[in-house]
């Protein structure tokens, strides 16, 4: 997986390289971020397309953020082409490698102990059950939640809100009706998400196989969660919870910057997450005339055209040390897409968010921390300068975003094992047992009316039912018999 | 909690004392095992009885185990007297602690961080709601699942096997029937249970609270448990598994006993737990027929009269190192009643088991190891000395189960945190948060019908209902209209 779910898997196989093990990250040629680091080898292979296509599937995210000029289809229009052009761009890249019959015959021979993969895209465990090896996963979600189904995890619709609903866990009923629908939908979602992997899975295991059954085999979960960013809900055995993966790795911030950023009203830092590096220019323009009113200065990420009127307080970088910023005790606020990864480092350190999510699980991230009131919420379809400003003045003035911000961060910090060791722990004893079978859950043997014990309940209730009926006609019996009786009497 | 529910918390609160922490243990003057130790301070408390009443409770035990002679309805009034006797044992106990006025006025002087109980009998839990401390559980399960249900943990009986039925998590349909059956009756159970609790939390606390309810507060449960002795079923947030505490603690044997144990053959540990000392003289001697006839030395915890004849290699010790023995590379078996502790200390020293179940959770426990192939489990109602050879013959001469518990005992052994540190990490963290609130899922605000989607699944179901209906009306109209427009033509 690349973008930002490129960044847990890195940080492991560093992490496990560094422990002495041998460490082969396969990826394509042409990728948006995943390349050569510390502590392992790449691998890479061909694919049929080059830096400019992916260039050109990146650039849809910025057709999704343009105005509300666009009609409610015109919308829904922008939106399905970018998802059928980043779907043909992941199924492409998964052909090119588990159709490259040479690279895979190489991994055969190298007797791999594990695979480590995020299984949003299958590609890796396809690989694993091909070659017999057992799979660590290391995820946010599936939003089918294909993830929690294959893992056979209960998810109650009653308080576990789903993928999209922006819903916490307390519901009213037609919230919880809502819910409910989505989560009878789940299935379709995941049909419509993976029937082109499930086609995959046949021709290249060459079984009768769907991407459910594959992922059900996996020994560990390694889930990019905490619940100080997610609502308590049930988890399994091989669950390990490990959200917050990268908030120690920590430097300090170059002399220029630190230099720039220091004064009495401290910064806010602005990124938009990997995906998104420039916004339409109308968007721009709003941002720029909010920041213009603030004393605060502004470290924005954006890497697109500088647009004309830049205020005094603001720097625009192509790049910024993200997580090296938050940390700073000037940070006042940030303002984020609320991807899970900024979010988690901006727990981290404490700095209160205005988010404005784009799209994802982004919207629900943002709903779950705004009702932790660590943060506000805004559209970014409707952003005004008003908006913003009101947005800025709360979290950054308003001292009850910063104390719940800082007790809740205390929370995400206390964790028996850091998340980044905890993730090595667990690849490693999959590699030390060959697998995790002891935590596979039994609920894999049984179908679905078997696992909600409806072919019980049912006879159960064919017992209740023919004892009542039986009662019922012994009684008439009974009743009619006795008036007979006195009749003759 | 008394007798094997001691050792666990005595553990921690030893443990929290050497970190540096205050820690008062709250006893009855008079006990079967509980009292000081290092780095704690105990506070007592008086009770209308004496050793004498302790011992003629823990006597009953002993009867229990008396042989087949008696018949079924004898049996069961048997057992019916001895869960009389101990319950009234623990509510003259608990009553003891909680209407001592002077001492609840003490407690609540000392501000105490939090409140470590084992909720199997709930005073520790509603000292701690009186006092608005937060609790941290530590046990083993309550058997109807009051524990599971105050955590708010689903629980399919479609997997999950519940208490005293022996059954794996691969059931067939009628095991999965009987499972369900006994979910149903499970509420029933806890009433019956803690009816009396109930009753005494309302005259305590002066408010219309069950025993539920109060545990549903619990901030963090430590539950000794591990999935390579329990079957993988789903957990809660604040639920943490700490199965094994004791399996580190461990001290070179004497030196009398190190050269009593060591010879060719090896040795055979015996014990029956802290409740049962001695057997009924007939089960005894079978027992004693059947050590003359093997060739390893057998160390056998038994506090009672010295039977005649013991054979040479047979010692009969009122107390045993018994994790020291466990230990040592000369145990060739375990006979033990299946308790979880000694179970633990079993699989943490990898030493293949002969279970003879007595009572509690112990059958369940037996049929979970034997399930893994670990050891046998025998009756101890009909134990013969044949059928004891054989047990004994099959786990220290078929070298599966010693195969079968190294890797068993392998994954037992590996685990992030050591169980202990992990119990005192998890009992300080509720005191610097004064709780776990954000653990605590939200399926404590719903019923039981709203939890199960129930009124959600009833307007749906209604709704198709409706279209249903009003679909074939029309369609009658239509029909119907139809018809009449042809008469007419």
Known sequence: MDGSHWVGVKAIAQEMGRRGHKVTVVIPEISIRMGPGEHYDTLTFPVPYDQAYIESVMATNKDVIKRSSQSFTEKIRTKFSQVKRIAGFL???????????????????????????????????????KLGIPTINLLRGIPCSLDIKSAGCPSPPSYVPRFFTRYTDKMSFKERTVNTLVAFLEPLLCRLMFWYFDEIAYRFLGEEIGVAEVLSDSAIWLLRMDFTLEFPRPIMPNMVLVGGINCNVRHPLPEDLESWVSGEHGFVVFTLGTMVSELPEETTAIFLDAFRQIPQKVIWRYSGKVPDGVPENVKLMKWVPQNDLLAHSGARAFITHAGSHGLFEGLCHAVPMVMVPLGGDQPDNAERLASREVGVVLDIYSITTESLLWGLNEVINDTRYKENIQTLSALHRDRPVDPLDLSVYWTEYVMRHKGAKHLRSAVH?????????????????????????????????????????????
């Open 445 to 489: 043997d049984l179908n679905w009316f078997q696992y909600f014990s409806l072919d019980v309940l049912a006879l159960l209730a064919t017992v209740v039912l023919v004892v009542v009926i039986l009662s019922v006609q012994c009684l008439k019996l009974f009743i009619r018999k006795l008036g007979r009786k006195r009749k003759q009497d």
């Open 91 to 129: 199924h492409i890249t998964a052909e090119s490698l588990l159709f490259n019959d040479s690279l895979i015959s190489h991994l055969a021979e190298q007797n791999f102990d594990a695979v480590l993969t995020d299984p949003m895209v299958p590609t890796g465990s396809l690989i694993a059950r």
